[in-house]
T-cell receptor, first 111, second 114 residues
Framework: GDSVTQMEGPVTLSEEAFLTINCTYT??????LFWYVQYPGEGLQLLLK?????DKGSNKGFEATYRKETTSFHLEKGSVQVSDSAVYFC??????????FGRGTSLIVHP | DGGITQSPKYLFRKEGQNVTLSCEQN?????MYWYRQDPGQGLRLIYY???????QKGDIAEGYSVSREKKESFPLTVTSAQKNPTAFYLC?????????????FGQGTRLTVV
């Protein structure tokens, strides 16, 4: 079945550092890929998405490129802020049409 | 404003009790989902529904039940058969079971067994 694997956290960075959170997936066919963000005590919010190979999703300085050849969708940001501290979930929606999520990666940004 | 409303935000259950978590959406979405979130385990699918009066079991349906009598509502009952119900429960919806559409989430209900 479909699955998503993302790097374990927490990821701890200083403000203005470069961020990468790795995500790889297993799915049949050509899934759509998503990154969601969860702030403490809240639900998930969509951060960005890509629906086909080589698409780049971007939002609020975050980017991720759909790499079919490596089955990856790594999240990047050039300069993180304290307000980016949250849990980030990689997800896919494939042949079953049901959103499937990774385990989440906690990001902590220090001033 | 359109969105998904979960209630209550916090819920305490005694051993052996059934409790029902509410989920209402005014986004006119066809598909609705219930996920359970435990620390370090991500989101696990409990039940989902594509249309009114139809729902399917997810990966961890044992000890849970749902109904979908109205398009807007998808309540989840945690029964006494669920051995470890303490968790954060998230309800979500999407336009349809379409892989290109994102899911919209409620704020969650934190259930604690006392």
């Amino acid at each position: 079945g479909d699955s998503v694997t993302q790097m374990e956290g927490p990821v701890t960075l200083s403000e203005e550092a470069f961020l990468t959170i790795n995500c790889t997936y297993t799915a049949t066919g050509y899934p759509s890929l998503f990154w969601y963000v969860q702030y403490p005590g809240e639900g998930l919010q969509l951060l960005l998405k890509a629906t086909k190979a080589d698409d780049k999703g971007s939002n609020k300085g975050f980017e991720a490129t759909y790499r079919k050849e490596t089955t990856s969708f790594h999240l990047e940001k050039g300069s993180v802020q304290v307000s980016d501290s949250a849990v980030y979930f990689c997800a896919l929606s494939g042949g079953s049409y049901i959103p499937t999520f990774g385990r989440g990666t906690s990001l902590i940004v220090h001033p | 404003d359109g969105g998904i409303t979960q209630s209550p935000k916090y819920l305490f259950r005694k051993e052996g009790q059934n409790v029902t978590l509410s989920c209402e959406q005014n986004l006119n979405h066809d598909a609705m989902y219930w996920y359970r979130q435990d620390p370090g385990q991500g989101l696990r699918l409990i039940y989902y529904s594509q249309i009114v009066n139809d729902f399917q079991k997810g990966d961890i349906a044992e000890g849970y039940s749902v109904s979908r009598e109205k398009k807007e509502s998808f309540p989840l009952t945690v029964t006494s058969a669920q051995k470890n119900p303490t968790a954060f429960y998230l309800c979500a919806s999407s336009i349809s079971l379409n892989p290109n559409t994102e899911a919209f989430f409620g704020q969650g209900t934190r259930l604690t067994v006392v």
